[in-house]
């Protein structure tokens, strides 16, 4: 039986949540069926090293995504792939315009944000009117779904909604060699909050939140870098937060979300958070801004999580000192999300999908 050719899109295979996806998604499928590419603008990212071997990666080797639109195509003019998945927004919004060029494949578009909160530009925006021409779109929550159909007139029969997996080996893995980070201080209770440092993650409101913990005994610890560091490090100076430490990117997160007493999500919107999935993974319980991208989805409360408006700076620096001060079962929390979210659940998902587009 002929292999089913799949070329997977990607910027490039940096740390991130699509690209932890479509690692994982190339990686898990079954290869008596498939025959997965990843194509990449740069062939860079710490998840070459996860990558299985016979994953032939495609180098365009292009700096921006909007030069990268021609050497894509040429690439699958010349290969004649089966599906197309590509799974980065802007990279879905450019290539949709292009896909009645090439009826025999069958082009996927996994949504990576809530577009309307995400995408800013006009030009981009423009794009999106041609999402239809993509035979199945993949949203990871019903927020997403919902403002696509709403805002985009995408057809409601070309979505699916599949949540993201949460990789229970890779992570308990990690967690083996796991010690408790030295700066978590033993007297203190120990706060994690992991993303990129930008305006959408909401990392000003949470330093606002903790300038009201200023006289308890609590630390908060802060992990990933972005274009906004100097701002949030002028930020606590200036609200005086010697209880906040911004670590930068840490090769092993888990093991701050393992010993952590709470995990913080301050988003002003999301996909569907990885980071989230991940804290539940490692047992710790989180208190989730009430924003856009699946956080209730994710969060059954009082089981796994809370969540609340991060906005009322006084309302939720109470919530943490609230949670702060009652203790949670571990075990409830973990099976919470590996009932759900679990690699083998979600990945069965999209083979699914692709074998349905095939053979439908």
Same mark, same amino acid.
């Given at each position: 039986?002929?292999?089913?050719?799949?070329?997977?899109?990607?910027?490039?295979?940096?740390?991130?949540?699509?690209?932890?996806?479509?690692?994982?998604?190339?990686?898990?499928?079954?290869?008596?069926?498939?025959?997965?590419?990843?194509?990449?603008?740069?062939?860079?990212?710490?998840? %070459?090293?996860?990558?299985?071997?016979?994953?032939?990666?495609?180098?365009?080797?292009?700096?921006?995504?909007?030069?990268?639109?021609?050497?894509?195509?040429?690439?699958?003019?010349?290969?004649?792939?089966?599906?197309?998945?590509?799974?980065?927004?802007?990279?879905?919004?450019?290539?949709?315009?292009?896909?009645?060029?090439?009826?025999?494949?069958?082009?996927?578009?996994?949504?990576? @944000?809530?577009?309307?909160?995400?995408?800013?530009?006009?030009?981009?925006?423009?794009?999106?009117?041609?999402?239809? @021409?993509?035979?199945?779109?993949?949203?990871?929550?019903?927020?997403?779904?919902?403002?696509?159909?709403?805002?985009? @007139?995408?057809?409601?029969?070309?979505?699916?909604?599949?949540?993201?997996?949460?990789?229970?080996?890779?992570?308990?893995?990690?967690?083996?060699?796991?010690?408790?980070?030295?700066?978590?201080?033993?007297?203190?209770?120990?706060?994690?909050?992991?993303?990129?440092?930008?305006?959408?993650?909401?990392?000003?409101?949470?330093?606002?939140?903790?300038?009201?913990?200023?006289?308890?005994?609590?630390?908060?610890?802060?992990?990933?870098?972005?274009?906004?560091?100097?701002?949030?490090?002028?930020?606590?100076?200036? %609200?005086?937060?010697?209880?906040?430490?911004?670590?930068?990117?840490?090769?092993?997160?888990?093991?701050?979300?393992?010993?952590?007493?709470?995990?913080?999500?301050?988003?002003?919107?999301?996909?569907?958070?990885?980071?989230?999935?991940?804290?539940?993974?490692?047992?710790?319980?989180?208190?989730?801004? @009430?924003?856009?991208?699946?956080?209730?989805?994710?969060?059954?409360?009082?089981?796994?999580?809370?969540?609340?408006?991060?906005?009322?700076?006084?309302?939720?620096?109470?919530?943490?000192?609230?949670?702060?001060?009652?203790?949670?079962?571990?075990?409830?929390?973990?099976?919470?999300?590996?009932?759900?979210?679990?690699?083998?659940?979600?990945?069965?998902?999209?083979?699914?999908?692709?074998?349905?587009?095939?053979?439908?």
């Amino acid at each position: 039986m002929k292999k089913i050719s799949v070329i997977f899109i990607l910027p490039d295979l940096e740390t991130g949540g699509a690209e932890r996806i479509i690692t994982t998604i190339a990686n898990h499928l079954s290869r008596d069926r498939f025959e997965p590419k990843i194509l990449l603008l740069r062939k860079q990212g710490g998840y %070459l090293n996860f990558l299985k071997n016979d994953v032939e990666i495609i180098d365009i080797n292009t700096e921006r995504i909007r030069h990268s639109l021609k050497p894509i195509l040429s690439e699958i003019y010349r290969r004649k792939p089966d599906i197309v998945f590509s799974g980065f927004g802007e990279v879905n919004a450019y290539l949709s315009l292009f896909i009645k060029l090439f009826p025999k494949t069958k082009f996927i578009a996994r949504e990576t @944000n809530v577009v309307t909160q995400h995408v800013t530009r006009k030009d981009i925006k423009f794009f999106y009117s041609f999402y239809n @021409n993509y035979e199945r779109i993949i949203a990871q929550s019903d927020d997403m779904m919902k403002d696509l159909i709403e805002n985009f @007139n995408v057809k409601q029969r070309k979505i699916i909604k599949i949540n993201n997996p949460v990789d229970f080996d890779f992570i308990d893995e990690k967690l083996l060699y796991s010690q408790k980070p030295e700066c978590f201080k033993y007297n203190y209770k120990n706060v994690v909050a992991i993303g990129n440092l930008s305006a959408r993650k909401g990392f000003d409101n949470l330093l606002k939140v903790f300038s009201r913990l200023k006289n308890e005994n609590v630390l908060l610890h802060i992990l990933g870098d972005g274009k906004d560091r100097e701002i949030l490090h002028q930020m606590k100076e200036f %609200l005086g937060l010697k209880h906040v430490f911004f670590h930068g990117r840490q090769e092993n997160p888990y093991q701050f979300l393992k010993y952590a007493d709470l995990f913080i999500l301050s988003s002003r919107y999301e996909g569907f958070p990885n980071v989230l999935l991940e804290a539940g993974a490692c047992g710790t319980y989180s208190l989730a801004n @009430n924003c856009p991208g699946g956080i209730n989805e994710i969060i059954q409360n009082r089981v796994n999580g809370e969540v609340s408006d991060i906005d009322n700076h006084e309302d939720f620096s109470q919530k943490i000192m609230s949670i702060l001060h009652q203790s949670y079962d571990k075990e409830a929390i973990r099976s919470s999300i590996k009932s759900r979210f679990s690699k083998n659940i979600i990945l069965d998902k999209y083979e699914k999908v692709l074998l349905d587009l095939i053979y439908k």
